[in-house]
Every structure is written in C-alpha cells, then in structure tokens.
C-alpha cells in the first residue's frame, strides 16, 4: 500500500516535469539515455513499482565514482524528498562549454552568442578574480607562484563554477564579498542569468527590451547575491564560461577528463595582426611603443614583441594539438574563426550551436540580426571599450585601415606559422593591406 502511494507521487511528478519541459529542450533532452526511458516508464501507470526498483538496480550500475555519485545525490536530493526512497531525476546532466580565446579575439561577441541562449548559464571570464589575487600592486605575478600554480588555481576554479559552486569565488573577489553577496564580480552585466531573475528581479525578458544589460544590469540590480546565483546556475542545463587566461588547450586536458564534467571547448582563434591593432587601440597605455612605431612607421627599439609572440605560439600549439584529434578531444573540440563568425554569422552560430546540441533560439537569431551586418541600422550603439554590439563584418576588418603596414608585416614574420595553419594570408604591400575587396581569409574547413 504504502508503496504504491509513494508511485503515485512519482508519476504525478514525472507528468508535471513532462509538461514543464519545453518542447525544444526537451527534443535535446532526449537523447538523455536511461533517465528518459525511466521518464517514460514512470509516466506510463501500468508499471509496478518494484519493477522500477528492479530497472534501477541495474541502471545505478555508473554511478560508481565517489564524486560522481555524491554529485548525482546532492543534486537529486529534491526529488528525493518528493518521491521518498526514489532517485528518479528529470533533470539531464548538465553540460560545460569552454570559450578559449585569447584577448581581443573576439570572444566577446562570441560570448554573446552563448549568452543569449534561455538554457546556458554564462560567465564572462571569471578566472579574471584569479589573476588579480595573485598579482601584486605593480601588476605582476607573485613570484612565489609559477604558471603551473596559476594554471592549477584556474582549474579549480573552473570546475567548481561548472558544478554550479559560485561560492567558490568569494575566495579571489576583493574586496572579499560579505555574507556571500558581492559589488565586485567582474563584468557581471555581461550574464544574462546575472541581471535576470532570480538574481536581479529587475531584469529579465522584456525588462528593458531596448537596452543592452551591459547599459542598466550593474545600476539596476544591486548587490550580486551569489548564493542566488548558484541557483540560478542550477536551473540552466549548460553552464559557459569565457577565458582568454588559459594558454594552450592542453592545459584544459584534466578538466575535460574529469569525469565530473562534459565539457566542450570552443576555440576561438583570430588574424593574429587582428589581434595586435585590436590590443593597440584597447590598451593604448601599454601599447605605446606600438603606436609611435604606428605612427611613425620607425620600430622603437624597446618596443616589446614577446606578448604576440606568446600569443601567436599558443593559438598555433592549441590548434594542431586540437586537429589533431586525439582520443581525449574528441567530439569535445571546435576550431572557429572570428573572422567566418563575422562575415556569415548565422551559419557560423548554427555550427557552434551544433556542437553544443542546443537549438539555436530566437533570442539568439534575433541577437545576431541586431548585431551583425545583416541588419546594418543596428539600434545599439554605444562606445565602450569591450562593446559587443556593432556591425561585426566591418568589425573584422577594419584593422586593415589601421595598422601600419611594416607592423603588419613583422606580425607576420613572428606568426608565420599561425598565418598558414589557420589560412590567414599574407600581404604584401600597404596596398594590398588597405584593399577590402582583397580577402585575407581562405576559405578552409577545419
Ligand atoms: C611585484 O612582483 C614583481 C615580480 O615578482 C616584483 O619584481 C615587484 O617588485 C613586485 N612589486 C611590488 C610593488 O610588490
Ligand atoms: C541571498 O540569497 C539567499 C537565497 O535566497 C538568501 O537566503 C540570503 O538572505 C540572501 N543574502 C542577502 C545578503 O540578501
Ligand atoms: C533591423 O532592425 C530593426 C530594429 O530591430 C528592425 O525593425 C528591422 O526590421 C531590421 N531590419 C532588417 C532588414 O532585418
Ligand atoms: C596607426 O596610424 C594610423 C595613421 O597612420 C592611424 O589612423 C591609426 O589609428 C593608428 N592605429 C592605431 C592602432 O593606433
Ligand atoms: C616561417 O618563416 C621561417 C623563416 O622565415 C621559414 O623558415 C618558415 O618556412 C616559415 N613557415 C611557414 C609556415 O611559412
Ligand atoms: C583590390 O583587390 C581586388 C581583388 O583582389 C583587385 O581586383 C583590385 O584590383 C585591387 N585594387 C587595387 C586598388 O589594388
């Protein structure tokens, strides 16, 4: 008796989630193996319920790694009070997405193509709280800590973000967040799950329709609650984060084989010369050396070509180690250039989305028709230094009309290597710099 009233209650939960799931989602939540079928199961009255018992014996088979189990627990712990002895969850695993940039790659605009998505969870380059609690007030890295040390604080960081763990920044937020609520988390309004409810109850759909968040979130919301946050993290069924502090793809080899995780990298590479005259204008302070070279067309002998070789080094080591397709890569691995996301924005976002296996939704074509050169009266306009939102062809290329063509020229001699493995060409003349109509991108499928 008291078995089948406890049957019952799990049926009536399984309905209800059934209809909860939007149809969209839940075409991709059925690939979700065995927690479908025993969605299916549990919907359907007939069953008995020891016959689920006997299904779930057998089903619980995986769950064998401690971390994992306790995970799966934890989060089930929910259902469990509702179905009492029943460790049926409606919920899918979660899935990671990794947006591996390097700075002025254009991975800002790329963000936005994830954040836009009603079932992603985005993070703008949180590893930046990481990078200033070890850096001291000349803004270098502590000497008592190496790359490695860096690499393993980035790591850990990621992964607890990932299992939804917010709380886990509180340890690198300065000033350090008091009773888990914070003003200091970098580039908040840039998450949308941040500035929309239940984390900012002044936002969401429809809040303010014409207004970037990046315009209103951090007036209009407050205090960042993260507590909140990990909730709303929780609810989502893919969490994205952003980084360009992470070297090389290799360095994420224990996170993607960490069985706690399903993580995707998107590896965002761009022009390398690109890159430069994007950094030259972003952080004119330390690019001075770089701008009277620029302006002058004279190399100043202190001018510091390290930071672009590095870049150009690690985006080349990235991308063979990526195509190269190695077993703990795989399906696990998208190369993308800026520069085919900016000229063909809607099919580029569709492959990404492909990847990921979500449906691209409205909110994200119409993100892309407001935003790309495919609606070129975009009404979002406003100056600011890491703004998203502007004609994204003309984006592109417009560091051809800006850099000088000798800096050109030894960008090029420095990442010749990275020029022909991601098919970026080579010029040859200031005219030819200058020609738009001359295409400096082959077409190449990687
Ligand atoms: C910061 O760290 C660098 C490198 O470890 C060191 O050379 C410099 O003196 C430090 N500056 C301050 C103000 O602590
Ligand atoms: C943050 O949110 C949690 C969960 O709603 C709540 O219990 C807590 O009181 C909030 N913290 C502050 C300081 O408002
Ligand atoms: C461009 O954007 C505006 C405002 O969002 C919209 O009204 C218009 O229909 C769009 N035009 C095209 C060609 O998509
Ligand atoms: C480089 O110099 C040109 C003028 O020769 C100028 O128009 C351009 O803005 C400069 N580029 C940068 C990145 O400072
Ligand atoms: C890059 O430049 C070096 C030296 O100029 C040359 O030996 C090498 O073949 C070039 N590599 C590519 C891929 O063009
Ligand atoms: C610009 O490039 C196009 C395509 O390669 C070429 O046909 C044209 O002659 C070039 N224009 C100039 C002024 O060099």
């Given amino acids: ?27 991709n939540r059925m690939e979700c193996s065995w927690k479908t079928v025993l969605l299916l199961v549990c919907a359907s009255l007939g069953v008995q319920y020891t016959a689920i018992r006997t299904l779930r014996d057998s089903l619980s088979g995986p769950c064998q790694s401690g971390f ?35 700075t002025r790659s254009g991975s800002s605009f790329t963000g ?8 992603i969870f985005y993070m703008f380059e949180p590893l930046y709280h990481v990078q200033q609690a070890f850096t001291n007030s000349s803004g270098r890295i502590r000497r008592t800590l190496d790359r490695r040390a860096l690499l393993g604080a980035y790591r850990d960081l990621l992964l607890n973000l990932y299992n939804c763990e917010l709380h886990f920044m509180e340890s690198y937020i300065r000033p350090e967040p008091q009773d888990h609520v914070t003003n200091s988390f970098f580039r908040r309004s840039s998450s949308h799950a941040l500035c929309s409810p239940p984390v900012c109850l002044e936002g969401g759909y429809g809040a303010t329709p014409d207004l970037p968040e990046e315009s209103w979130c951090n007036k209009n919301c407050g205090m960042l609650n993260l507590t909140l946050a990990s909730k709303s993290c929780l609810s989502k069924g893919q969490v994205a984060i952003k980084t360009v502090r992470i070297p090389e793809v290799g360095d994420l080899r224990t996170l993607v084989e960490d069985p706690r995780l399903d993580l995707k990298i998107i590896h965002l590479v761009r022009d390398p010369r690109a890159i430069l005259a994007s950094r030259m204008t972003a952080f004119s302070d330390q690019f001075r050396a770089w701008k009277i070279w620029n302006a002058t067309g004279r190399q100043p002998r202190y001018v510091d070509l390290s930071q672009i070789t590095s870049t150009c080094k690690d985006m080349v080591a990235s991308a063979e180690e990526g195509l190269q397709r190695p077993t703990w890569l795989q399906g696990r691995y998208l190369l993308v250039r800026y520069e085919d996301l900016a000229i063909n924005p809607k099919h580029k976002a569709n492959e990404l989305y492909q990847f990921i296996g979500l449906e691209m939704e409205d909110r994200v074509q119409t993100w892309i028709e407001r935003n790309t050169n495919s609606n070129l009266s975009a009404p979002f306009e406003w100056n600011y230094k890491y703004s998203t939102t502007r004609d994204s062809r003309t984006t592109a290329e417009s560091w051809r009309l800006r850099l000088g063509y000798d800096i050109a020229r030894t960008v090029q001699n420095l990442c010749n290597k990275t020029l022909a493995l991601l098919g970026y060409k080579r010029v040859h003349s200031a005219a030819q710099l200058r020609n738009l109509s001359y295409s400096l991108v082959e077409h190449i499928t990687f």
């Fill in 1 to 27: 008796m008291t078995k089948s009233i406890r049957m019952d209650s799990c049926v009536c939960v399984c309905l209800i989630s059934l209809k909860d799931v939007k149809p969209k989602v839940w075409r």
């Fill in 68 to 102: 994992q189990c306790q995970n799966r627990h934890h989060r089930e712990s929910n259902w469990k009070t509702l179905c009492d002895e029943s460790w049926i969850s409606m919920e899918s695993p979660r899935k990671h997405i990794l947006l591996f940039a390097t």
């Fill in 112 to 119: 936005q193509l994830l954040n836009q998505h009603p079932e």
